[in-house]
């Protein structure tokens, strides 16, 4: 599906509690009231198809980028907050917040209890996933975070519906009632789909450690091998949920980028930095270990680029994993374009695979260009950071209009090189971006 028919689905859907409310035809009430009905819609549908945007939906992510639909899943739930968060104060005030003191010829709001718990607990819910969210880092796994952050975000879903359907003014038209309850059981089914029926597939086709290298500075190359499968079916660019030593139904879950190329057989390798609780022991597995592979995933492909006139990759640290599954096919492939890769590490140690882009540099259309932050004594690359000056040195005004350029790596870095590519005048659709956190 096309992001602009996408686009259109998600304000349709969004929208589309308003609309079908004004098509009631309801006498009006004061203003205020009518907009904290309305502030209270339009967040809940938000909040309902924030499930599509949870970055596992191919149909979703494989159109705009996983970036962009991270970066939309946290916007716009920060905007459904702000509405549903606003919404009880909004109501014009004691004549319509107390029954019987409603103007004559108003309608008075609807104080049963039964509608009424489930919002203000929906309300509270809201409340401490924001605070969650905003603390995730430190305070609990990651994991424990991502699926408290599902359940919650379920819960507080489903009261949201059963306040709108029992207490709302709107809500209790047919019409809307099921737009609701159909939107709410998509969201259930988005969450089953992920963690009950993705999983149950995967446990079909088995993967096995087949080797832990040490590449560089607490960086490594973990290599999988399908087990009684053909392997899987990916393009140069993707990521991939792996678990390793898990049940095939766990939570325990992390995505890696394919460092392999698909031309180079069924054996998937992926360059993984020591960060945490499962990275930090990658160095501890044993071949032979199963592992779950739920791929492919993410936009960092050039499949919509094939004209572009040459490739230009900006990695930063672990950013290099997609990149060398691009060198890796476009080698393969025996693509003549022309290629630069801008490697930023902060030392010389922290540079993975340097053998192989040496050699890939000698024997074909690729420049890699290192950049350290922290260079050693004698150091002749480039030093700093990947700014505009360091671009242009290394790419002239053909580049810059019409190469595709591929960029992985921290935010802060990603960003800056994005705004100086920007500047530079290199045009939107021609960057291609993955940020491997969304903190
Ligand atoms: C699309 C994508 C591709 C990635 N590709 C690579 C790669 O090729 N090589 C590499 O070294 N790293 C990659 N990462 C980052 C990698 O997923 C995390 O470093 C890893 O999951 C950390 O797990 P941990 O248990 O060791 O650390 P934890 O202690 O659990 O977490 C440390 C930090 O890592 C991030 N993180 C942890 N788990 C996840 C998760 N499930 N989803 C998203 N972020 C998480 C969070 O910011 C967290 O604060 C990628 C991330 C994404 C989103």
Redesign the pocket.
């Known amino acids: 599906m096309p992001a602009a028919l996408l686009a259109l689905l998600y304000l349709a859907l969004t929208c589309a509690p308003l609309a079908l409310a004004a098509l009631q035809g309801l006498p009006p009430r004061p203003l205020r009231d009518e907009l904290a009905t309305g502030v209270a819609l339009t967040g809940l549908a938000i909040l309902l198809v924030e499930f599509a945007l949870s970055g596992r939906f191919r149909v979703v992510s494989g159109r705009i980028g996983?970036d962009v639909t991270m970066r939309l899943h946290q916007l716009l739930a920060r905007a459904a907050s702000v509405l549903i968060l606003l919404h009880p104060f909004l109501y014009s005030g004691p004549q319509s917040l107390r029954p019987g003191l409603t103007p004559p010829g108003a309608v008075p709001l609807n104080f049963d209890w039964s509608g009424l718990w489930p919002g203000i607990v929906a309300w509270l819910l809201l409340g401490a996933v924001m605070v969650m969210a905003l603390g995730r880092?430190g305070l609990y796994?990651?994991e424990t975070w991502?699926a408290l952050h599902g359940i919650m975000a379920l819960v507080m879903a489903g009261l949201g519906v059963l306040h709108a359907t029992r207490a709302g003014r709107y809500s209790s038209d047919p019409v809307l009632w099921g737009f609701w309850w159909v939107l709410f059981a998509i969201a259930v089914l988005s969450l089953v789909w992920v963690y009950a029926i993705k999983p149950l597939m995967k446990a079909r086709r088995p993967w096995r450690v087949s080797s832990v290298t040490r590449l560089a500075d607490r960086t490594w190359e973990l290599c999988l091998d399908p087990e009684g499968h053909t392997g899987l079916r990916y393009l140069p660019g993707h990521?991939a949920w792996i678990s390793i030593g898990k049940p095939a139904v766990s939570l325990d879950?992390?995505?890696?980028?394919i460092a392999s190329a698909p031309a180079e057989g069924s054996r998937l390798r992926?360059?993984?930095?020591e960060?945490?609780?499962?990275?930090?022991r990658l160095g501890e597995l044993t071949p032979g270990t199963r592992a779950w592979v739920d791929a492919p995933f993410?936009s960092l492909t050039l499949q919509r680029h094939g004209k572009a006139g040459g490739v230009a990759m900006i990695a930063g640290g672990?950013g290099i994993?997609p990149m060398l599954s691009h060198l890796r096919q476009l080698d393969a492939d025996d693509d003549p374009r022309p290629r630069v890769l801008f490697y930023a590490n902060r030392i010389e140690e922290q540079i993975a695979c340097r053998k192989e882009l040496d050699a890939r540099s000698h024997s074909g259309p690729l420049r890699v260009i290192h950049v350290l932050s922290d260079p050693p004594a004698g150091w002749t690359g480039e030093t700093g950071f990947v700014t505009p000056d360091v671009l242009t040195r290394h790419l002239d005004a053909e580049a810059l209009t019409r190469w595709v350029f591929v960029l992985c790596g921290p935010p802060p870095m990603l960003h800056a090189v994005e705004d100086a590519l920007l500047g530079l005048g290199v045009p939107a659709h021609n960057i291609l971006l993955?940020q491997?956190?969304y903190?």
């Open positions: 996983m880092d796994r990651h991502r990521f879950e992390n995505p890696f980028s992926f360059v993984i930095k960060l945490g609780d499962f990275t930090n993410g672990v994993a993955e491997f956190s903190d």
